[in-house]
C-alpha cells in the first residue's frame, strides 16, 4: 500500500542497537514510500542526537525518564515524570499528525506507545533481543504489530522478521568484496585473516586476552585485525601503541561491510546487531558474550551457536590458552569456516528492513486517522 499522505513517528535511541534498526526502518519506508513524512523521537542525551540528523532524518525529544532499581526519592516522582513525558510524547505525535507510531525499544519508548495508546494512533514494535526489554513487553500489550529480530523471542503475537540492517551490510557478497575490502583495511590479501571487535566503545576483558595471544597467532600465520574501541588503544609499559608481528590495531572503522568482508573469522561480543549481522553475511564467529546484565547477550547468540554458525565461549573463559586451542585450528580449517558460514546463512534474513517498512504500511491502513 502507497499512501503519500503517510506520516510515522519512529521511537528509539541511547545506543546504537536501538539507533541501527530504527534508521533502516526508516531508509526503507522512505523508499517505498518517497514523500513521507518521518519523525523520529529520542532523548536529548542519546546518541541519536547526532546519528539521526546524519542520516538526514528529523529529530524531536522528549525526557529521558528511567525506573529507578530501588528505592529513593526519584522512586516517588517517576509517576510525575513518567507522567510528563506522556504529555510531551502527545503533542509530538498530534503535531506530527502521525499515522502510525514506531518502536525499537528503550528509555523513549514507552512514553510514545502509551501516548499513541491514548491518540488512538497505531503501534508497530521490533524487538531486536533475545530477551525483551521492558519498554517493549509494555508495548507489545497495546498492539497485534509485534516483530523480534530471533525466532525465539518471547512476546505475544510476534512475527520473526530480523534485524533491520543498512543496506550495505544486507547485500554483502563477501567473496566478491574480500580483496578490496583487505587493501582498505590495511591487510594482505591473501592471509588468514582474524577481525577482533567488541564494538565502538571497545570490550577490555577481550582486549587483554587478544593481547596476549598476539605472538601464538603470528607464529600461526594468521593477520590479525584488533578494533580496539574509541580511547582504548592496547599500550604498552611507555605508553607506546602495542605492536607484534601480523597484528594491526585501529580504534574504530567506519564501515562493518568491509569488516565483515574482510574477515575469515570475527572474534566479538553478541550484541543482537553483530549476531544477526554475520549470520546474514554467513561470516564464522566467535562470540564471547558481555558477562553482566541481565544474559542476553548470550541468548542472541544460542540460535546461531545451535545452527553451528559460530562458536560461543563465556567471558571468563576466553584466555589466551583458549585462543591457542581454537582459534589457529579453526582458521586453518576452510572446509570448517564454510560449514559454519552455510549456518549462518540459513538463519540470517536480509530484508527485515523491508518486511518491517510493509508492516508499518500495514498498520498504517488500519488506524482510522
Not at 531508509?27 to 519523525?39: G, Q
Not at 518471547?154 to 587493501?183: C, F, H, N, Y
Request: charged fraction near 20%; proline fraction near 6%; charge should be neutral.
Amino acid at each position: 500500500m502507497k499512501t503519500p499522505s503517510l506520516s510515522v513517528v519512529l521511537a528509539g535511541g541511547g545506543t546504537a542497537g536501538h539507533i541501527s534498526p530504527l534508521l533502516a526502518i526508516a531508509r526503507a519506508i522512505r523508499t517505498d514510500v518517497p514523500d513521507a513524512r518521518i519523525l523520529a523521537v529520542g532523548t536529548a542525551a542519546g546518541m541519536e542526537t547526532r546519528l539521526v540528523p546524519a542520516a538526514g532524518f528529523e529529530l524531536a525529544t522528549i525526557e529521558r525518564v528511567p525506573l529507578p532499581r530501588r528505592p529513593s526519592l526519584d522512586l516517588f516522582k517517576l509517576p510525575f515524570k513518567f507522567g510528563a513525558a506522556v504529555r510531551q510524547a502527545r503533542r509530538i505525535i498530534e503535531g506530527a499528525g502521525a499515522d502510525v507510531v514506531v518502536g525499537v525499544g528503550g528509555y523513549v519508548s514507552t512514553p510514545m506507545y502509551i501516548a499513541a495508546r491514548q491518540a488512538n494512533v497505531p503501534i508497530v514494535i521490533h524487538e531486536a533481543n533475545a530477551r525483551p526489554g521492558l519498554a517493549n513487553r509494555v508495548g507489545a500489550r497495546l498492539t497485534d504489530h509485534v516483530a523480534v529480530a530471533f525466532q525465539s523471542t518471547k512476546l505475544p503475537d510476534a512475527v520473526w522478521v530480523g534485524m533491520p540492517m543498512r543496506t550495505e551490510i544486507s547485500s554483502l557478497d563477501r567473496g566478491a568484496s574480500r580483496t578490496q575490502a583487505r587493501e582498505r583495511l590495511g591487510l594482505e590479501p591473501d592471509k588468514p585473516t582474524l577481525i577482533v571487535t567488541g564494538g565502538s566503545s571497545g570490550a577490555a576483558s577481550i582486549n587483554r586476552t587478544v593481547s596476549r595471544s598476539l605472538h601464538l597467532l603470528a607464529d600461526a600465520g594468521i593477520r590479525t585485525l584488533h578494533i580496539t574501541g574509541r580511547g582504548k588503544q592496547l599500550l604498552d609499559p611507555a605508553g607506546v601503541p602495542v605492536t607484534a608481528p601480523a597484528y594491526r590495531q585501529v580504534e574504530y572503522v567506519d564501515g562493518m561491510e568491509d569488516v565483515y568482508a574482510a574477515a575469515d573469522l570475527l572474534l566479538a561480543r553478541a550484541g543482537a546487531a553483530t549476531v544477526c549481522e554475520v549470520a546474514a553475511v554467513g561470516l564464522p564467529a566467535v562470540l564471547v558474550p558481555l558477562p553482566h546484565g541481565n544474559g542476553e547477550q548470550a541468548l542472541n547468540a544460542a540460535d546461531l551457536v545451535a545452527a553451528g554458525g559460530a562458536v560461543l565461549v563465556r567471558d571468563q573463559e576466553f584466555t589466551a590458552e583458549w585462543v591457542a586451542g581454537h582459534v589457529p585450528a579453526l582458521l586453518q580449517d576452510p572446509a570448517k569456516l564454510e560449514a559454519m558460514s552455510a549456518a549462518g546463512r540459513s538463519l540470517g534474513i536480509r530484508d527485515a528492513d523491508q518486511r518491517m517498512a510493509k508492516m508499518v504500511q500495514q498498520a498504517a491502513g488500519e488506524g482510522d486517522r
